[in-house]
């Protein structure tokens, strides 16, 4: 009997301490949360997902995101693009849809944008470029202050996202 009191009291002060911790975890900021950016553009209605690193004193273009290669636009999952209508991005037809959305960051400041067919995806560990429902290409932006964490702006006629120093404006009609 008392072997199995000692049981019930180890087990009990484990449970209790396995909650701490959760709810300790729970109260501590992600290190890149979770966003969504919703807008209307020519009564399409955008969704974009994503999750929103910081730079944190670090160098981002060319160094924690290397140049010519393809980059999952956030943080964790690839970041999301969802319209409710047939648009036109930069010129060329996105059908309605969900999609990943990816850019690949050049030093030239022209930068690739890509809207893939697979839109759930961890990072861009499994890209395939075949996949890829269409591909564009945005001049990017100087921001005139530091966007110190990752975000999506959706306006009348584009959506942007703006990071670090740099703003990457894709026009949307």
């Keep these: 009997m ?3 009191i000692k049981s019930i009291a180890l087990l009990s002060t484990a449970i ?5 911790a959760m709810a300790q975890d729970a109260a501590k900021p992600k290190p890149s949360p979770a966003e969504v950016a919703t ?5 399409a209605t955008i969704t974009i997902n994503y999750s929103s690193p910081a730079v944190k004193g670090r160098v981002i ?5 290397k140049y010519d ?8 999952d690839a970041t999301t693009f969802e319209t409710s209508k047939d648009i036109k991005v930069q010129g060329k037809t996105l059908p309605a849809g969900k999609y990943s959305f990816f850019l690949i960051p050049r030093e030239s400041g022209t930068w690739t944008a890509i809207f893939n067919k697979e839109p759930k995806q961890w990072g861009a560990y ?3 470029e075949a996949k890829d429902q269409l591909r564009v290409d945005v001049k990017t932006k100087a921001l005139a202050q530091t966007q110190e964490r990752l975000v999506y702006k959706i306006n009348k006629n584009d959506f942007a996202l703006e990071w670090d120093k740099i703003s990457v404006p894709v026009m949307v009609k």
């Design 16 to 20: 209790c301490i396995t909650v701490s």
């Design 61 to 65: 273009w060319g160094g924690l995101e």
């Design 39 to 43: 807008g209307v553009i020519n009564k």
């Design 126 to 128: 499994k890209y395939e």
């Design 69 to 76: 290669v393809v980059w999952r636009a956030g943080a964790n």
């Design 2 to 4: 008392k072997t199995m």
